[in-house]
């Protein structure tokens, strides 16, 4: 089929990225030293996510009192909490992950439809219309799939570049013009229990943990940013597909029920449709439960952006060294990133299933029989579930939670400014 070949070219880039970290797209078993690597990676992983959130919580009560210090150990703090929470479950639903990986990024889920499996096997010309629509939806969402993919990763994988060229650019100026009283930036600094600004030795090995600690930050927001959105992408098709059969399942049934078909037989064909469409809405929404498990991945991606936005404003405030202001701004920028994706899927598929009910209600009813009407009222009654998407109940997956969290944070900021000030 045209669209699983589309979709197969299309994650490749998807496949090979994953094939590196916590989970495994396929389901094909890596080699051993690839195994061995992961496995060790794992838990390297949650020692140190264990750690850091210790040690930043010490570091920011030994230093109460200094602003500076202290706000850098939170936003630390934060970013590490968001960071361990998405790798936690990417570990403990690493079986889920497969299967929404499987089931929407390497197959056409509207082949579980059999009237669309059908469509798209047969390729019949009287199909033809509803072929392109299908194929063209296809190319449109895989691009936006695409478009996931190349802008949350360097946005990503760009700010965490900048976190290690700020020290690595530190070492080599005070390597070769030896200042006097230059600070040693690490940005983001963890408390480590040495002072690492007194020796190069220990400065360079605490850089070497934060290459790694860059790389783990890299896969905890990459893997389950890109999933999340490249599924909901597609899950968003499945109801934009729906409402195209739903809209048109007269003239679909007219051309499956053959020429010189009896009214009957028309109304027969337009059941199963409708009995098709059903159970496919159904599946549907046990999938979107699958996401909706999810929650505290959402709240703790709300939660700690709330906080990270307001601290990295605060620290921009009050920084003057170029170098930790570009990373702080690309902070900014992935963190906005990271949300838009939550939120603006969550709209749209809301809107979409919103759709659904909407097209039902316009499906002309009066004058076909009793057994076609009861079909569409189970249809309207399936329409009005929609597909919503929550944070464990605190926040909805939308737009206005988007503005909202950004208000939350200019208030956060606003308090922080003014504590700061009372100290001084």
Same mark, same amino acid.
């Given at each position: 089929m045209i669209c699983q070949e589309k979709m197969d070219t299309a994650m490749i880039p998807l496949q090979r990225v994953l094939s590196l970290g916590l989970i495994w797209p396929t389901e094909i078993k890596p080699?051993? &030293?690839?195994?061995?690597?992961?496995?060790? =990676?794992?838990?390297y992983s949650i020692a140190f996510y264990f750690l850091v959130p210790i040690m930043e919580t010490s570091y920011a009560?030994?230093?109460?009192?200094?602003?500076?210090?202290?706000?850098? !150990? !939170?936003?630390?703090?934060? &970013?590490?909490?968001?960071?361990?929470?998405?790798?936690?479950?990417?570990?403990? %639903?690493?079986? &889920?992950?497969?299967?929404?990986?499987?089931?929407?990024?390497?197959?056409?889920?509207? &082949?579980?439809?059999?009237?669309?499996?059908?469509?798209?096997?047969?390729?019949d010309e009287k199909f033809s219309e509803l072929n392109a629509y299908l194929e063209d939806t296809m190319d449109k969402d895989l691009k936006q799939?695409?478009?996931?993919?190349?802008?949350?990763?360097?946005?990503?994988?760009?700010?965490?570049?900048? %976190?290690?060229?700020?020290?690595?650019?530190?070492?080599? %100026?005070?390597?070769?013009y030896n200042p006097d009283n230059y600070e040693l930036l690490l940005p983001f600094r963890f408390a480590l229990?040495?002072? %690492?600004?007194?020796?190069? !030795?220990?400065?360079?090995?605490?850089?070497?943990i934060h290459i790694m600690a860059g790389w783990l930050t890299g896969h905890g927001f990459i893997y389950m940013d890109v999933i999340f959105g490249m599924v909901m992408v597609?899950?968003?098709r499945q109801c934009e597909v729906l409402a195209r059969v739903l809209r048109d399942q007269h003239k679909y049934a007219v051309i499956l029920a053959g020429e010189g078909a009896t009214p009957k037989q028309i109304d027969d064909q337009s059941y199963d449709l409708l009995s098709q469409w059903?159970?496919? =809405?159904?599946?549907?929404?046990?999938?979107?439960?699958?996401?909706?498990?999810?929650?505290?991945?959402?709240?703790?991606?709300?939660?700690?952006a709330t906080l990270t936005i307001c601290l990295l404003a605060f620290k921009a405030d009050m920084e003057s060294h170029p170098a930790l202001l570009a990373t702080y701004f690309l902070h900014f920028v992935s963190t906005a990133v990271q949300l838009m994706i939550y939120c603006w899927y969550?709209?749209?598929?809301?809107?979409?299933?919103?759709?659904?009910?909407?097209?039902?209600?316009?499906?002309?009813?009066?004058?076909?029989?009793?057994? =076609?009407q009861h079909a569409l009222r189970m249809v309207i009654r399936q329409g009005h579930r =929609?597909?919503?998407?929550? !944070?464990?109940?605190?926040?909805?997956?939308?737009?206005?939670?988007?503005?909202?969290?950004?208000?939350?944070?200019?208030?956060?900021?606003?308090?922080l400014q003014s504590v700061g000030e009372e100290k001084e």
């Open positions: 080699d051993r &030293t690839v195994y061995l690597a992961n496995f060790f =990676y794992r838990w009560i030994q230093h109460i009192n200094d602003m500076r210090e202290c706000t850098e !150990a !939170a936003c630390t703090l934060f &970013t590490a909490i968001v960071v361990e929470v998405k790798l936690f479950y990417l570990l403990i %639903y690493q079986e &889920t992950l497969k299967y929404l990986i499987r089931t929407h990024l390497q197959k056409d889920y509207t &082949t579980h439809m059999p009237f669309l499996h059908k469509v798209q096997q047969f390729k799939c695409r478009l996931l993919f190349i802008s949350l990763v360097p946005s990503v994988v760009g700010t965490l570049i900048l %976190y290690q060229m700020v020290p690595a650019l530190t070492m080599w %100026y005070t390597s070769v229990p040495f002072d %690492y600004e007194d020796s190069t !030795a220990l400065y360079t090995f605490a850089y070497s597609m899950m968003i059903i159970v496919h =809405y159904e599946r549907i929404l046990m999938e979107h439960s699958k996401i909706e498990a999810l929650g505290p991945v959402f709240f703790s991606q709300f939660s700690g969550g709209e749209r598929l809301f809107h979409v299933g919103q759709n659904l009910a909407e097209v039902a209600y316009q499906t002309p009813w009066e004058e076909r029989s009793g057994r =076609y =929609y597909p919503r998407l929550t !944070a464990i109940g605190f926040w909805e997956l939308s737009l206005p939670t988007y503005r909202a969290i950004f208000g939350t944070a200019a208030s956060y900021y606003t308090l």
